[in-house]
């Protein structure tokens, strides 16, 4: 069981007198310089878990909130009767840096959709991944190992509302276009596009191929029956009718329409609506 430090990272208590660790005060210069000279947070967290430093007792792994207290502690330049460990030099230029550093927090309005936000090549939910010191929002699918390009939490909220404005401007945009009652769905495409490359990969045998040729087959008939209801797409098209462009996401809007927010590798979005027509 990991055991709460008694007194901050760098010092220790020795004959009744808080004096620095040799070893964890050596820690919190690397700590210091390496901010410094550009490393992020979670970097320098990984290189201090490399060297087996413990930030307390039980356990050697460190995060990035750990190494952000250490980078925010002032005792390391004698507040509070604390022994010196660093330059004043030293501690100003990275305080001027945490402050520079842009806040990337999440968006309250980007929460509230950022269930929706889905590869557009597996339709798998992406995640956010923040750089606090760099201020960059990356958006990440684990399955097809794609980092999307950064994109601030407001950019990528104008452009879910220049989406939300156009298909306010064109309900019919919902409807379905029937191609033989067959809607291809994104693991559909997704399925014809490795098919594809195996079909010019001469090293593809013959037996894979077949297989993999049924099953895509066997999907389509599958797709020839679930025609989308109509019934629902009427329903869409009228709620979307009664409404004019907005300055503003409109969240309930969203959720009653909107299944996924699929996000291109290029950055760019599409909406696939609940009928599953992608626009």
């Not at 979670?42 to 290189?47: D, V």
């Not at 399955?143 to 509302?161: G, H």
Request: with cysteine; proline share 5%; hydrophobic share 40%.
């Amino acid at each position: 069981m990991e055991r709460k430090r008694r007194f901050p990272f760098g010092y220790a208590m020795r004959e009744g007198r808080i004096v620095p660790n040799p070893e964890e005060a050596k820690a919190v210069a690397v700590i210091f310089q390496s901010f410094a000279s550009g490393a992020t947070t979670p970097t320098i967290a990984n290189s201090m878990t490399e060297l087996q430093i413990p930030y307390r007792t039980g356990s050697a792994r460190w995060n990035k909130n750990m190494v952000c207290r250490i980078l925010d502690n002032e005792k390391y330049i004698g507040a509070d009767g604390y022994p010196i460990l660093l330059q004043k030099e030293l501690w100003d230029r990275v305080a001027a840096k945490r402050k520079q550093a842009p806040s990337v927090r999440l968006n309250p309005v980007i929460r509230s959709v950022r269930m929706k936000i889905c590869c557009a090549q597996c339709g798998q939910k992406l995640k956010r991944v923040s750089y606090h010191t760099q201020g960059n929002v990356y958006w990440r699918c684990d399955r097809c190992a794609i980092q999307f390009p950064s994109v601030t939490d407001q950019a990528l909220l104008d452009t879910i509302l220049e989406k939300q404005n156009g298909m306010v401007r064109r309900p019919q945009k919902v409807i379905p276009t029937e191609a033989g009652n067959i809607t291809y769905t994104m693991e559909m495409v997704r399925d014809m596009q490795i098919l594809d490359h195996a079909i010019s990969n001469p090293q593809t045998r013959t037996a894979e191929l077949l297989q993999m040729a049924a099953q895509w087959v066997q999907n389509v008939y599958a797709c020839c029956q679930e025609v989308p209801d109509a019934a629902e797409s009427d329903a869409m098209v009228r709620m979307l009718q009664e409404l004019s462009p907005s300055n503003t996401l409109n969240i309930e809007l969203l959720n009653q329409c909107v299944k996924k927010i699929l996000m291109q590798p290029d950055g760019n979005i599409q909406f696939q609506v609940c009928n599953g027509t992608i626009i």
